[in-house]
């Protein structure tokens, strides 16, 4: 045996064996340490020698044959909670069915031990007195021992056979509800794929540019995306009816079921808003072009009617009121489209009205108003000659190349209809001899033309300097009428007390960035109006100025605060009230937060319209540092809100990024077990990752107001990246991958939102690592160096303690000669 016995084991043993006819070659010693061993502790042959005494051979076969039952189903209990799961489902029900008839066999053969024991126990019955006092009183002892230790033998195996079956009855449950959770799960995952997937195609139906035709094609499109979400929808209903099913059936994974059952209505819901409200905006895109195309049609009308009026056509009074005739039906049908005022448009069509459309839709107007004043000048005209029958006035259109010059503000509020008025006083003009040659001339003005990257480019160029100077008017107000009012002492009525010093934190650094627009940047910006080129370095050269923004965001949270609690109070609302603003401080304290990602849209928009021109590669820069600046300022919100972290967070280095993750926390160097069902929910983890650790926090739930736009994060544990390794593929889902820490004593199972983020975070990850490995390559090239310097510095030490030393004796011998 490997273990010492105790004395008082020996006794008992040496007392066992003289119960046995044959010599004990082998005791072994049974110890509990599993559900089914805690139950079969009392199976063995622990009597004594007065209670067990074995005289037939078939007694001593049976005790065997009971010892042998306890010992498989021991193994089988074991082996079914120590066997790794497989990933599949096939798998698992082979595994099952497998397990299922093992049991059954397992049965019967405790169904013929019984068997067995109960024949013995037949042929073994006790005597009744009259022959016990007959038969000899040893005789009568042995006989009632050997029926007590087979009663007691059976009463065992009776007890082991009601402890396996409620074990079974308990991992068959556990079983089944796991593979019911696998495939509920598998379900789950392809309809999040095939919801991905319609959401991806109906996002490329986003660009509402084009022409009739294409808008026609993908109204067409949305429509057979709805037929499919339709069936993607049904199929949802019906797999959340499953996990309320499993859900009342007391499942073990309850969370995880509910989750994804309120994940599939959150997903659902989304698809079927985003498809509703791309149709609307399909619609009224097409609405759009309808006017365009009817637009179109209007002034190719008025050119024929124009190029027709030839003078020796109207010889006669009957044929100039024809004339004027037509004319009037003309302006009576122009109309309505040269009076879709700016405001009508930008009410109506704002949210798909493309630069491209607002050049459409300016450069028809721009004609037909055009052509309603030739039209009023002909009137005058044609009604003299019904009159006094004198010859018409020559038919003028305006020029084609003088419509694309014209590069006024679009749709402009201040300016309105005078725009096309003012306009029309500047445009030269030709005459017109027959239909076939204006024809000619609107086709070289084509909407090609009139689409021109020229054009486009200007317009979100003057879009962004007219924005600039809003902008700068805007923060001016606010540090003025509010910021400065504060220190005015006939406003100290009207302040809190608790709020005169908070002046600071309420507006933050405002004035700084007020500064920089005003001084610096809106000058610049104007100068890039003729000389587009330089939007990219405008933007590239003030890069650390830019930087002011990062301090005003993480200050926000704290400015929020205190606007909520002193909103209400009369000092803001007496300023208000002088500045004749319709919104409140609030409104304008977001401004800076709204122009910074302003930028990021109209430098795409510039860029879109650049491509291959001069700069453009430095817009594309330009571009590239506001996106990280907005990154940066992003990242740094979510970091304020990390509570908990012992030590400073700045020391952990720069952050990388940070986002939502899914998280298990695996075996040490093993797989899933079956006792490890109720792990089998993950964490809802938000990883930030720096570099030189990944800190796993817990978003905290919180119903205050305001609470989705600045989240609040409870540290959980920290890996530093010195000691971090990855393993980018995990069986089963393409979202997930392996971070794991200290040799893979820790393992962290990562599930991200998406197969994209996945592979951004590898990405990066991956370089941190790499840094490292080439930071220690240096750092022993370094030490190896030192001690090599270190080797040869003593080696010229012992040279010149060895010289030294000569010198020294034939100095000694020297002297004593």
């Not at 799961?85 to 013929?112: M, S, V």
């Not at 509020?413 to 306009?423: A, D, I, L, S, V």
């Not at 971070?739 to 599930?751: M, P």
Request: charged share 30%; with cysteine; net charge neutral.
């Amino acid at each position: 045996m490997a273990e010492a016995t105790p004395p008082r084991g020996k006794m008992r043993f040496r007392r066992n064996a003289a119960s046995f006819p044959g010599n004990l070659h082998l005791v072994l010693v049974l110890r509990p340490t599993s559900f089914l061993q805690r139950t079969f502790t009392d199976i063995g042959f622990r009597f004594s020698q007065e209670d067990f005494i074995l005289k037939l051979p078939a007694i001593e076969n049976f005790a065997l044959t009971v010892k042998d039952m306890a010992q498989m189903l021991q193994s089988f209990g074991t082996e079914l909670a120590e066997t790794e799961l497989p990933d599949d489902i096939p798998a698992i029900e082979e595994i099952l069915a497998i397990r299922a008839e093992r049991y059954h066999l397992l049965k019967k053969d405790i169904t013929t031990v019984t068997k067995e024991g109960k024949i013995l126990l037949t042929n073994l019955e006790v005597p009744d007195a009259e022959d016990a006092v007959s038969s000899r009183l040893e005789n009568h002892q042995q006989i009632c021992g050997d029926w007590q230790t087979i009663n007691k033998l059976l009463t065992q195996v009776h007890d082991m056979e009601i402890a396996f079956d409620g074990f079974w009855e308990k991992h068959q449950l556990k079983m089944e509800q796991y593979l019911q959770l696998w495939k509920f799960e598998q379900d789950f995952q392809e309809l999040v794929s095939e919801a991905e997937l319609l959401l991806n195609q109906q996002a490329e139906l986003a660009d509402v540019t084009g022409n009739i035709a294409q808008v026609k094609q993908k109204i067409k499109k949305l429509e057979n995306l709805d037929e499919n979400s339709q069936d993607l929808l049904a199929k949802a209903q019906f797999v959340i009816l499953h996990g309320h099913r499993l859900a009342a059936s007391h499942h073990y994974a309850l969370d995880l079921i509910c989750q994804r059952c309120n994940e599939l209505r959150y997903l659902s819901d989304i698809l079927v808003n985003e498809i509703k409200t791309k149709r609307i905006q399909l619609s009224r895109t097409f609405k759009m072009h309808k006017i365009l195309q009817q637009a179109h049609q209007c002034c190719d009308e008025g050119e024929c009617l124009l190029a027709n009026q030839e003078i020796n056509k109207f010889q006669s009074k009957k044929d100039a009121q024809k004339a004027l005739q037509d004319m009037e039906t003309f302006l009576e049908m122009a109309a309505p489209f040269i009076n879709y005022g700016p405001e009508a448009l930008q009410y109506e069509f704002d949210m798909i009205l493309s630069p491209e459309l607002k050049v459409q839709m300016q450069t028809i107007q721009l004609k037909l108003e055009n052509l309603r004043s030739i039209f009023e000048n002909q009137q005058a005209g044609f009604r003299n000659l019904t009159d006094k029958h004198v010859r018409p006035i020559p038919s003028v259109v305006p020029a084609s190349d003088s419509l694309i010059r014209s590069r006024e503000p679009f749709f402009s509020p201040e300016q309105g209809r005078k725009t096309w008025r003012q306009n029309q006083s500047n445009i030269k003009i030709e005459v017109v001899h027959d239909c076939q040659e204006k024809r000619s001339s609107a086709q070289s003005s084509s909407l090609d033309n009139d689409n021109s990257l020229d054009i486009l480019k200007n317009h979100v160029l003057n879009e962004l300097v007219q924005t600039e100077k809003v902008y700068v008017r805007e923060l001016f107000a606010v540090l003025l009428g509010y910021r400065e009012e504060m220190d005015n002492p006939e406003m100290f009525d009207l302040i809190p007390p608790l709020l005169r010093n908070k002046k600071d934190v309420l507006f933050g650094n405002m004035a700084e960035i007020y500064e920089f627009h005003s001084n610096i940047f809106m000058s610049s910006l104007e100068d890039c109006v003729v000389a587009p080129e330089r939007v990219g370095p405008c933007f590239l050269e003030r890069k650390d100025d830019f930087q002011m923004y990062a301090k005003y965001c993480q200050n926000k949270p704290k400015s929020e605060a205190i606007w909520k609690k002193y909103s209400e109070c009369a000092f803001f609302q007496e300023c208000q009230r002088k500045l004749k603003h319709r919104l409140g401080l609030d409104s304008y304290l977001l401004k800076p937060v709204q122009r910074i990602t302003k930028y990021q849209l109209l430098l795409k928009e510039l860029l879109k319209y650049s491509k291959d021109c001069e700069g453009s590669v430095q817009l594309k820069e330009a571009l590239d540092m506001i996106l990280d600046l907005l990154k940066s300022v992003n990242d740094s919100m979510h970091q304020i809100a990390i509570n908990g972290y012992i030590g400073n967070l700045n020391e952990l280095g720069k952050m990388i990024t940070q986002g939502a993750f899914s998280v298990w926390i695996g075996h040490k160097k093993g797989a899933t077990k079956m006792k490890d069902f109720a792990r089998f929910k993950p964490m809802q983890r938000h990883l930030f990752l720096y570099e030189k650790a990944i800190v796993f926090c817990k978003r905290r739930v919180e119903s205050r107001e305001g609470s989705d736009r600045y989240p609040s994060y409870s540290f959980k544990h920290c890996l530093k990246m010195d000691e971090v390794g990855i393993t980018e593929y995990v069986k089963g889902d393409d979202r997930k991958f392996e971070i794991w820490y200290a040799g893979k004593e820790e393992v962290y199972i990562v599930q991200a939102s998406s197969v994209d983020v996945k592979m951004m975070w590898l990405k990066e990850i991956r370089s941190i690592l790499l840094k490292q490995q080439e930071l220690m390559t240096v750092k022993k090239q370094e030490q190896h160096n030192q001690l090599t310097e270190q080797n040869l510095s003593s080696q010229r030490n012992e040279g010149r303690c060895r010289r030294w030393l000569s010198y020294f004796n034939e100095a000694t011998l020297l002297n004593g000669k």
